[in-house]
């Protein structure tokens, strides 16, 4: 795993709140840092144009490390999901670089992008987004197809939903499931592919909260085969499950901390 | 108003698809427009020129002074006939007094009317100054004019007595105006002509025209209806686009309206509000399609009109088809946008609040067995179950796609069946040559034709309402062939043989007795057989015939097989196999071009549809799409489950297509058929089939292709951004 940028691999995290902004350092806990699988800088993203331009994400640095638990928090407006889609490389930013497997994501081709989101990245969305006429397993089996997996779809699909508790609902579609079912399917969706990244906006945020909880559980569950994880949320309780929680403001990181220490 | 046009902004490329669709069908229905916007400059013509309401040939020696035909005001002979020059084949003399012109009237355009010796020539024979030789008479060009009687030939117009010497005195035609002339007065006048004359003044059945219309209307109505069918079927295609578009606008606003009623909105003002968007586009059609229409209807008109009529007609209207296409968008667009307005407004509120696009796959029962089945690989379940899930939107697909390979297929078909009816119209004649006496009444004798080829005679007469070609000729003809289909051929007794397609129209068979009405009177046949001959033929034993017009032993045509028309010494047309295909080739290529002009805007529409049927249904899609691109989904993956999916529904729109198109190829040639009384016949044009199948699948894949591009351009998580 190699990176162009030169990232610091020391023990204290800058913020990158604006220069005129007093700069908070956090000491990270791990005597030894893990290699850092993702490197953002400057990330800038605007919608619209013109007059009608708003920045959503403002000259973000970011670096993300393998195995590692990030949350980002922040209030609505404040850029967090646009970040987690660019990391996701589920959307392009305007300004700034992704850096992953020493390539620059925001430079890749439509179909490159695609092909590595395929193969690395597993996303987990508020709404789960399955497609409605395909079945549970066939949603699990598509993500494994695009990845290019060729034998044994069927059998991984069904083990990972096994492995949600959904081994007697494979063949569901996704009207027949409740919200938490549906997002469990996502997660297996998520998983199946055996990421290297998981990055989930605000995974629990259309469940009642004990389903919330088991789902964000089965999530974490996804760091013992060392996935990163990136997770969006509102709720702190949950960012405290993380290594590090980032938060946004306007756009911009504002402080960062480790999970738990909140 | 503001609020209509919020909503056009959200979908203008959709919204511009269905004005345009809109706008060309209702364009193309201005082809019923034609006869309308025709007729207006041809009973103008009719008027201006005092055109006959009844004309027909005479012999020379009539004096029309010791005529009492009651309600005729005016009546005219003139010397008419057809010459070849040097210059001009089919010439066309006609004898016209400067001082006492009562009707058809020549009014030249430029110069003057002609004296004896001048001429006045229809546009494109001469100019002003020019000397035009006719049988070695050298006529000095005076004025260039016409009149519309005949305006869709060469002709010269000239003194009477220089007429009369040109075109041998023999060949008379008496035109006469009727004060009142409605098809009954006439047909009394014709009927007193017949008895004052006596049997031999004319062979020819008189051609009568009533009420100021123009000779060629009643055909140009025919045309125009059967182009006119093509125009609606451009409508139907338009008005499922439109239903389409404004379905899918409307179920969009599922949760917009469901917030309206919670708030206290009533269902029926927003029914009216929904609907408002689909009246809206079709308002926008009618205000291009109108003028579109307008044009169209005065460009039919003119090619028609310049093409038969040799006139170009004014620019005009018709409010009666203006107000039927208005009527047509207006309220197909009120019908085609109902369901989906009250589909909308009656979800129960607590659904139509959560619902994003209302049409969540899995709640019905087939839908759940759809999904049990594993047809295929994960794409092709894909297709199949979006396909079922969209079944409105797959039925509109496999509509558009049938109406554009079937308004190909039909139009071919008419080529080809126009082009074998020509063909075949001719078919049975053996004859290379003939000439056709102009002299009315049967000038020549028996035996003096007999050393020119065949005699026979040629004259119109009429069965029932149809014009009629009734052939006096030797039952041991060698100029026809002479198998029948039913019965037997001529012999020297009184029974007629008659065209099989025009005996079955009118329901008769052999042994059936036919009223034959010649210029004589009607005579009574018996049918002996039935002949394939393809137009409407009555086929009589030659002397049979000359002794039913009162001049036995006389003809007035000789066949020829010789290359060369046989010279009967008297003005004659003439006309040669070659050039009566020649004829019959420029009329259908005429026709088929009016033809191809609206099958091509009719596929123009289907076109139109099928790209906004697919950038609808993309556009319904668009989070699914987007998923699919998340999860690492390529261009081609998106790319390669359209066209899975709409394949399948352009094949089977294809054969319903090829299907539809020779059905409707077959229908329009009954209409013609049941309208002409001819045995027209349907030829399938087989090998549009192929090019019509490939166009239709290969506009298919290629908006597939596009819209596959342009649905993978905007980021996935922008999308999905606007869905939660």
């Given at each position: ?13 800058q ?23 993702m ?7 605007v ?14 640095d ?17 850029g ?6 660019m ?18 994501l ?7 992008l ?17 497609l409605?006429?395909l079945?549970?397993s066939e949603?699990v ?12 779809r ?10 949600v ?37 605000e995974?629990?945020g259309s ?6 909880r088991?789902?964000f ?11 990163t ?11 405290d ?6 938060q ?15 | 108003m ?5 909503t ?9 698809a ?11 229905i201005?082809?019923?427009a ?13 008027a201006d020129?005092?055109?006959a309401?009844v ?20 009546f ?14 089919q ?16 009014r030249?355009?430029?110069?003057r009317?002609?004296g ?23 006529l ?5 004019g ?28 008496l ?39 123009h ?29 389409t578009?404004s379905?899918?606008?409307?179920t ?17 003002p927003?029914?009216?509000?929904l609907?408002?968007?689909a009246?809206g ?9 109108i ?19 040799g006139?170009?007609p ?25 369901r989906?307005a ?11 609040l959560?619902d ?7 709640r ?17 379940r ?9 079944r409105?939107?797959?039925?509109s ?25 020509n ?9 290379e ?17 007999d050393?020119?080829?065949?005699p ?7 069965v ?7 052939h ?8 026809i062939?002479r198998?029948v ?24 068979t052999?042994?059936?007795?036919i ?17 394939r001959?393809?137009a ?5 034993g ?31 047309d ?10 019959d ?12 002009a ?7 529409v289907?076109v139109?549809?099928?790209?906004s ?12 799409t987007a998923?699919?691109?998340?999860i690492?989904?390529?261009r081609a ?11 399948p ?10 299907v ?21 016949g ?15 699948l ?5 908006v597939?292709?596009a819209a ?17």
């Amino acid at each position: 795993m190699s990176i162009e940028h030169p990232v610091s691999d020391d023990r204290v995290m800058q913020s990158t709140l604006h220069p005129s902004a007093p700069a908070p350092t956090i000491v990270h806990p791990r005597a030894v840092a893990p290699a850092t699988i993702m490197a953002a800088r400057d990330l800038t993203r605007v919608w619209g144009r013109g007059d009608a331009a708003q920045t959503a994400v403002d000259r973000v640095d970011l670096d993300l490390r393998q195995g590692e638990i990030v949350a980002i928090v922040g209030p609505s407006g404040s850029g967090k999901s646009t970040l987690g889609s660019m990391l996701a490389g589920i959307d392009r930013p305007t300004a700034g670089s992704i850096v992953a497997d020493g390539e620059r994501l925001d430079r890749l081709r439509d179909d490159a992008l695609a092909r590595w989101r395929a193969s690395n990245v597993g996303i987990v969305f508020q709404d789960f987004h399955l497609l409605p006429t395909l079945t549970a397993s066939e949603n699990v089996e598509l993500a494994l197809k695009l990845s290019g997996r060729r034998r044994g779809r069927r059998r991984i699909a069904r083990d990972h939903l096994a492995a949600v508790g959904l081994g007697a609902r494979v063949d569901r579609l996704p009207s027949q499931l409740s919200g938490g079912e549906q997002q469990r399917v996502g997660i297996a969706r998520a998983l199946a592919v055996e990421p290297r990244l998981l990055v989930a906006d605000e995974p629990t945020g259309s469940l009642d909260q004990a389903t919330g909880r088991a789902v964000f559980e089965l999530l974490l569950s996804a760091r013992e085969t060392g996935t990163t994880i990136v997770f969006i949320t509102h709720d702190l309780d949950l960012a405290d499950a993380a290594d590090r929680v980032v938060q946004m403001v306007d756009g911009r990181i504002a402080t960062q901390w480790m999970g738990g220490l909140r | 108003m503001m609020g209509l046009l919020r909503t056009m902004r959200r979908a203008p490329a959709r919204l511009l698809a269905s004005v345009v669709a809109i706008a060309l069908a209702v364009g193309a229905i201005g082809v019923f427009a034609v006869p309308g916007v025709a007729a207006g400059t041809l009973r103008d013509l009719a008027a201006d020129d005092r055109l006959a309401h009844v004309a027909v040939d005479v012999t020379g020696d009539v004096d029309v002074a010791d005529l009492d035909l009651p309600g005729v005001d005016a009546f005219e002979l003139r010397d008419v006939g057809i010459v070849d020059t040097a210059d001009h084949d089919q010439l066309r003399i006609v004898g016209v007094s400067a001082e006492d012109q009562q009707i058809n009237l020549l009014r030249p355009v430029e110069g003057r009317l002609p004296g004896a010796g001048e001429a006045v020539v229809s546009d494109g024979v001469a100019a002003i100054g020019d000397t035009v030789a006719v049988n070695g008479v050298d006529l000095a060009v005076v004025g260039v004019g016409t009149t519309a009687w005949w305006s869709f030939s060469d002709t010269v117009y000239t003194a009477p007595e220089t007429a009369s010497t040109l075109v041998g005195g023999d060949s008379t035609r008496l035109l006469l105006r009727h004060a009142d002339p409605t098809e009954d007065n006439l047909d009394a006048t014709v009927a007193a002509l017949r008895a004052q004359l006596g049997p031999a003044a004319f062979a020819d059945f008189p051609e009568v025209v009533p009420d100021g219309t123009h000779p060629i209307e009643e055909d140009l109505v025919q045309i125009s209806t059967m182009i006119g069918l093509l125009g609606v079927v451009a409508g139907i295609v338009a008005l499922t686009l439109l239903a389409t578009t404004s379905s899918t606008l409307i179920t969009e606003r599922t949760r917009e309206v469901a917030v309206m009623r919670a708030l206290g909105s009533r269902r029926r003002p927003l029914r009216r509000r929904l609907r408002r968007l689909a009246l809206g586009v079709a308002a926008a059609g009618l205000i291009v399609g109108i003028p579109l229409g307008l044009v169209v209807a005065n460009l039919v008109a003119r090619m028609v009109l310049e093409r038969f009529v040799g006139v170009t007609p004014d620019i005009g209207w018709s409010p009666v088809v203006a107000g039927a296409s208005a009527v047509f968008a207006i309220g197909g667009a009120w019908l085609v946008s109902g369901r989906a307005a009250r589909r909308v407004t009656k979800l129960p509120l607590a659904e139509a609040l959560r619902d994003r696009m209302g049409d969540a796959w899995g709640r019905r029962l087939g839908d759940r067995l759809a999904s049990r089945l594993r047809l295929g690989g994960l794409f092709e379940r894909l297709a199949i179950r979006n396909t079922l899930r969209r079944r409105a939107r797959s039925a509109s697909t496999v509509v558009q796609v049938a109406a554009g390979v079937g308004s190909v297929i039909v139009v071919a078909s008419l080529a080809t069946s126009v082009t074998a009816f020509n063909g075949a119209e001719l078919e049975p004649w053996q004859w290379e040559t003939r000439s056709i006496a102009h002299a009315p009444g049967l000038p020549m004798e028996l035996d003096e034709a007999d050393a020119l080829g065949e005699p026979a005679i040629r004259v119109w007469g009429e069965v029932g309402d149809w014009d009629v070609e009734v052939h006096g000729l030797d039952p041991a003809t060698a100029m026809i062939d002479r198998t029948v289909e039913a019965g037997r051929w001529l012999d020297v007794g009184p029974g007629v043989v008659v065209s099989q397609g025009f005996a079955d129209h009118q329901g008769l068979t052999t042994g059936d007795r036919i009223g034959v009405e010649l210029a004589t009177g009607t005579v009574d046949y018996e049918i002996v057989g039935l002949h394939r001959s393809r137009a409407r033929d009555v086929y009589v034993g030659r002397d049979v015939l000359a002794a039913d017009l009162g001049r036995s032993g006389f003809v007035n045509a000789v066949y020829s097989a010789a290359d060369t028309p046989p010279d009967l010494g008297l003005a004659a047309d003439t006309s040669s196999v070659a050039e009566m295909s020649a004829e019959d080739q420029a009329a259908r290529d005429a026709i088929v071009g009016i033809f191809m002009a609206i099958g091509g805007i009719v596929a123009g529409v289907t076109v139109l549809g099928v790209m906004s049927l697919v950038a609808v249904s993309l556009h319904e899609r668009r989070h699914e799409t987007a998923t699919l691109v998340a999860i690492g989904g390529r261009r081609a993956d998106v790319r390669r489950s359209l066209v899975t999916e709409l394949l399948p529904l352009g094949a089977l729109g294809a054969a319903l297509g090829v299907v539809a198109g020779w059905g409707g190829a077959v229908g329009i040639i009954a209409g013609f058929e049941a309208s002409s009384a001819v045995d027209i016949g349907t030829d399938f044009a087989e090998g549009a089939v192929g090019p019509a199948v490939a166009g239709g699948l290969a506009v298919l894949v290629l908006v597939a292709l596009a819209a596959a591009r342009q649905a993978t351009r905007v980021p996935a998580a922008v999308v999905l951004r606007g869905s939660a």
